[in-house]
């Protein structure tokens, strides 16, 4: 019996299913790989050398990208460019602005802790809030006005800053309101107000005026305080000798010692209480502020262009108070003073017969015995200026000590009618005392 393979009818005209193709293609795929496997490998070898289709497209679309890139950045580029040359530029920080607002602040801050303390301070004192409890009398003379006498209640104690208690009584309006002379007592414990109130209530008091010429020592201020019953012996003496007055002027003199204000208690007419129990170093008191306020401007100038000191000025002037007689010659015998503290070493003594008076205590002329006299005050034997002042002088000695006249005079002698001869060499001047030796004989046979 023959073998026939069954065949199905129309088989080959029979459409084939989409999953029979696709695996009759992987099949198919699978021998031919099968049966030329090197082409496979080849295609590994030159892989990197031989560019596949797909291969380069991917490069195409790389460089594509790359290009696109490239040129969005640029783009960004010249928009980042151009519009910097329109945008402001930012400031820097100033390190030195920073360090003057540092300083601002301080100085304000500081300012502020200044203003704070000086008002804590004038509130204390307006107020009387921590101040000693004591009573406090003092002289007010005649015509003294409540602002006038802020200085004398610094002084006492009564208040602690009288330019405070000054400019209260401005802005109350009560500056101008004379207050009656005469003696006063207060406490530092009393208020601005308080101590107003207490100086314009009138007081019945005895008073008297008392003058106190140019020129005048300490022993006959004294004298003349006592003659007009202004206090009493002891406590004038205390007073003279033993207090610390506050004065400035009197800081070098410190401490207080035994004809300490000899120089210093100005020459003028006073008005004083007659009470010998009142606090005898308010009288004292007027008489250095008097002082103080004649010491002026014109004569701290002078003194500062001659590299003078207080203490030196005064010392001058009371040779020049006790040397001088006549106004116009107050200058010109400071100026021969000068010349020789100028030239000390061809004048090394002064030779001033008012500087050894004073020490030997009198107003005669001179005896060979006083020109003998060890002092200090004895200018023939001791160089430069005596060690204190000699008289307590006025203005015009105080103007003419620090304004001496500019000439070339090294001597003078006095004459009979005050007057002086005044010569620039030593035989110039012993001619001029034989003419004042004549006059003299003269004056003393009339």
Not at 146 to 172: A, K, M, P
Not at 385 to 413: E, K, M, Q, R, S
């Amino acid at each position: 019996m023959e073998n026939h393979r069954y065949t199905p009818k129309h088989s080959e005209n029979k459409p084939r299913s989409r999953a029979t193709s696709n695996a009759s293609r992987r099949a198919r795929d699978t021998a031919d790989s099968a049966r030329r496997p090197y082409r496979r490998k080849d295609a590994d070898l030159f892989s990197d050398q031989v560019p596949t289709h797909n291969s380069m497209r991917r490069s195409l679309n790389t460089e594509s990208r790359s290009t696109r890139r490239s040129s969005r950045s640029q783009a960004d580029d010249l928009f980042e460019n151009e519009t910097h040359a329109y945008r402001t530029p930012r400031r820097k920080k100033s390190k030195t602005g920073c360090a003057l607002a540092s300083l601002y602040f301080i100085v304000i801050f500081g300012i502020s802790i200044c203003l704070s303390v000086v008002l804590i301070f004038a509130a204390n004192d307006a107020l009387a809030l921590v101040k000693d409890d004591q009573d406090i009398s003092f002289v007010v003379a005649e015509d003294t006005t409540v602002s006038g006498i802020s200085q004398q209640l610094d002084q006492s104690g009564v208040v602690n800053y009288g330019t405070f208690f000054r400019l209260f009584n401005s802005l109350q309006g009560d500056g101008d309101v004379i207050i009656s002379a005469g003696v006063y007592t207060l406490n530092p414990t009393m208020d601005y107000d308080q101590i107003v109130s207490a100086l314009t209530e009138t007081t019945s008091t005895t008073t008297v005026k008392v003058t106190i010429p140019e020129g005048y020592t300490i022993a006959q201020i004294r004298q003349t305080l006592l003659d007009n019953n202004v206090t009493s012996e002891a406590l004038l003496d205390d007073a003279l000798n033993n207090y610390a007055f506050k004065h400035d002027f009197l800081k070098d003199e410190q401490p207080p010692k035994e004809n300490w204000l000899e120089g210093y208690l100005f020459p003028d007419t006073y008005e004083f209480v007659q009470d010998s129990k009142q606090p005898i170093y308010e009288v004292l008191n007027v008489m250095l502020n008097n002082f103080d306020t004649k010491y002026d401007e014109q004569i701290e100038e002078g003194a500062k262009e001659l590299g003078l000191t207080t203490h030196e000025v005064v010392v001058i002037a009371s040779l020049i108070e006790r040397e001088a007689k006549e106004a116009d010659e107050f200058s010109k015998i400071s100026g021969v003073i000068h010349n020789r503290l100028n030239n000390s070493e061809e004048y090394p003594y002064l030779q001033i017969d008012a500087s050894l008076q004073y020490a030997v205590g009198h107003n005669n002329p001179l005896t060979e015995e006083d020109l003998k006299l060890d002092s200090p005050y004895n200018l023939y034997t001791n160089k430069g200026l005596p060690p204190g002042p000699i008289c307590n002088p006025g203005y015009n000695a105080l103007y003419a000590a620090t304004h001496p006249d500019d000439h070339d005079y090294y001597y003078y002698v006095a004459m009979p009618d005050g007057t002086h001869l005044f010569a620039e060499t030593n035989s110039e001047h012993n001619r001029n005392r034989e003419r004042a030796e004549e006059a003299w004989a003269e004056a003393n046979n009339e």
